[in-house]
């Protein structure tokens, strides 16, 4: 017997906020259903795996535990990086070494981290 990932849910102090912003992060859209001031809202992927954010009274207050790593699709972790702190993501954590490896430890709008990590091409181009 095994379980398949339906939702993966992040507490947000604006459900709507957040969902709107991952939707740009990701190139995806908000659910047509979910509107300002809905205390939940989901991003849905492609593959049926839905992002729902779900409004809490308190802000985030430690270090998550569980975090998304980014993978850039039509640039490099760089460029990414960069695009990401234009729309509000803050750096957390630069892991970047000399030689083209790591990753970027970026906050999203409300604190919860994610990383961007470097893109399949320059993958290949290292390996």
């Not at 709507?16 to 740009?24: D, I, P, T």
Request: charged share 25%; glycine share 6%; aromatic share 6%.
């Amino acid at each position: 017997m095994t379980s398949t990932v339906h939702n993966v849910t992040v507490d947000a102090r604006n459900a709507y906020e957040q969902a709107a912003w991952w939707s740009k992060v990701l190139g995806l859209t908000v659910s047509e259903e979910d509107n300002p001031g809905d205390p939940e809202c989901l991003v849905l992927l492609p593959s049926g795996i839905q992002y729902l954010f779900i409004e809490v009274p308190e802000s985030k207050s430690v270090k998550n535990r569980m975090h998304l790593c980014l993978q850039p699709t039509d640039a490099t972790r760089d460029e990414e990086v960069e695009r990401l702190l234009t729309i509000g993501a803050k750096i957390y954590d630069d892991q970047r070494r000399p030689d083209g490896t790591g990753w970027v430890t970026m906050h999203d709008p409300e604190g919860n981290e994610f990383c961007v990590e470097r893109s399949a091409a320059e993958r290949a181009a290292t390996s």
